[in-house]
């Protein structure tokens, strides 16, 4: 392996990165920072979590000196909030010995705080085209000065329809720059802009670190899973031996909060992010996910883009992903830094045909999902997962208890276990009269006392003097007699048998 040190990048930054454990340069790493450091355009071909990020912030860092002027020297423009936050934490990393700051710039958070780091010098910008280009139009955001730019992930920025707004923020920018851009795939448009905004670039295909190694790292179980099944299954995965941090994919925002409470409901630390979050509780959740205060993150595609972890054990796609390559960048949340990961994917019935076109583009070899249910025998085998375990963890949240007592109050009621529990299940049923079954209005009145007497304790609620005469507030309406098909009304005969009328 390659050290960064080997690679010229200056001993601060370098030891910065040791610092957090990080030494040796991934292949995309080792081939754009010798170039980016003299300043050459780059097209670099990579997937997330190749280590593209410090391929083009360690030169850029670097390229702006040990301590540069104030003001916004360095443009990184992303497509999505997460991914803003991710590559923002990666280049505070590498500044974090020298005075240069970094500012995240993004839609969902309030401008204030942006504005103050914009307005305090930072020369360092990382952003999302529409609020980089609303402070530019507020004039909040000067781009006049900047003389490194970076497009990351421009083909979903091509997918998200961003490219105007690219189109827009390079008109700002001087033609005098250092530009690199990188992209997962190279479609007509991605390339046209290359052309039309970068200088003789060097184009740069890096695949994943090892990609065919990095296949071999992941084990790929593929079930055919009832849907009415699937938390259980989930729930029992999550017992597993070796199991770590896991992330499990959704296809609604619907379906990822309803999980996370499930699991959380089952006594696991799971955590949701997906874009009914506002942005506060997406990078809350986040963050507590990669400092391991939660060890189940559930979350969206989108919501997933900044989803860099090293530690991930298990990624669970709860449905079929639409194709072959957002089942790549699914599974490609494990297994990395060349550790190993298990990537399970359940397959609806109706979703087959899904399957069918994956494991075509993939070569994976399983045309046919295995029928699975929480069960089966080689679910347990394929996972490591104890024998006997169960879908609830025996330590469960003490918040959970009052399911129980729900329950046992319920049973109370029906083994008669207090008269006024008995008397208030069978005052709930009515016969044609109107009376409570096979009860005289005097029980009735006696078995509702307490009732009543709750019922005295609300505000509003009426009072007795004693004579059988109600006072009320001046806010409550008096009760009125409900009138019976017999012309009586309700209680007028106390004592007598309440019958139906007969016909």
Known sequence: MTTFTELGIAPDIVDALAAKGISDAFPIQEQTIPLALTGQDIIGQAKTGTGKTFGFGLPLVQRLGDDPEPGVKALVV???????????????????????????????????????????????????????????????????????VVL????????????????????RIPEVRHTMLFSATMPGPIVALARRFMSKPIHIRANDPDEGLTQANIKHL??????????????????????????????????????????????????????????????????????????????????????????????????????????????????????????????????????ALINRALEFGQPEPVETYSSSPHLFTDLDIPEGTKGRLTSAPSAQPSRASTAGRREGERSGDAAGGAARTRSRRRTRGG?????????????????????????????????????????????????????????????????????
């Not at 990382?126 to 909040?140: E, F, H, K, M, S």
């Not at 390559?325 to 087959?352: C, M, N, P, Q, S």
């Not at 001046?474 to 009138?483: D, I, Q, T």
């Not at 209680?491 to 007969?502: D, K, L």
């Open 152 to 171: 990351d992930e421009a083909d979903k920025m091509l997918d998200l329809g961003f490219l105007p707004d690219i189109e827009k923020i390079f008109s």
């Open 435 to 503: 009376r409570p079954a096979g009860e005289g209005d005097a029980t009735t009145t006696s078995t509702s006392t307490s009732t009543d007497e709750a019922a005295s304790k609300e505000p509003g609620a009426g009072t007795h003097d004693g004579k059988g005469k109600e006072h009320h507030d001046g806010n409550a309406a008096p009760r009125r007699r409900r009138r019976r098909r017999g012309g009586r009304s309700g209680g007028s005969a106390a004592g007598a048998p309440s019958q139906a009328p007969t016909a």
């Open 222 to 355: 593929i079930y055919r899973a009832h849907s009415l099944d699937k938390d259980e299954v989930i729930a029992r995965i999550l017992q597993a031996d070796g199991r770590g941090k896991t992330v499990i994919f959704t296809r609604t925002k619907r379906a990822a909060a309803k999980l996370v409470e499930e699991l959380s409901d089952r006594g696991f630390n799971a955590a949701a992010v997906h874009g009914d979050l506002n942005q506060d509780q997406r990078e809350r959740a986040m963050a507590a996910f990669k400092a391991g205060r939660k060890d189940v993150l559930i979350a969206t595609d989108v919501a997933a883009r900044g989803i860099d972890v090293d530690d991930v054990t298990h990624v669970i796609n709860h449905t079929i992903p639409d194709d072959d390559k957002v089942y790549l960048h699914r599974a490609g949340r494990t297994g990395r830094a060349g550790k190993t990961g298990i990537a399970v994917t359940f397959v609806d019935w109706e979703d087959l045909h899904k399957w």
């Open 78 to 148: 992303v497509p999505t909030r997460e991914l803003a936050v991710q590559v923002t934490e990666d280049m505070e990393l590498a500044t974090s010995n020298r005075p240069t700051k970094v500012v995240s710039i993004y839609g969902g958070k309030a401008y204030e705080g942006q504005i103050e780091q914009l307005k305090a010098g930072a020369q360092i910008v990382v952003g999302t085209p529409g609020r980089l280009l609303d402070l530019a139009n507020q004039r909040i955001l000067s781009l006049a000065d900047v003389r490194e």
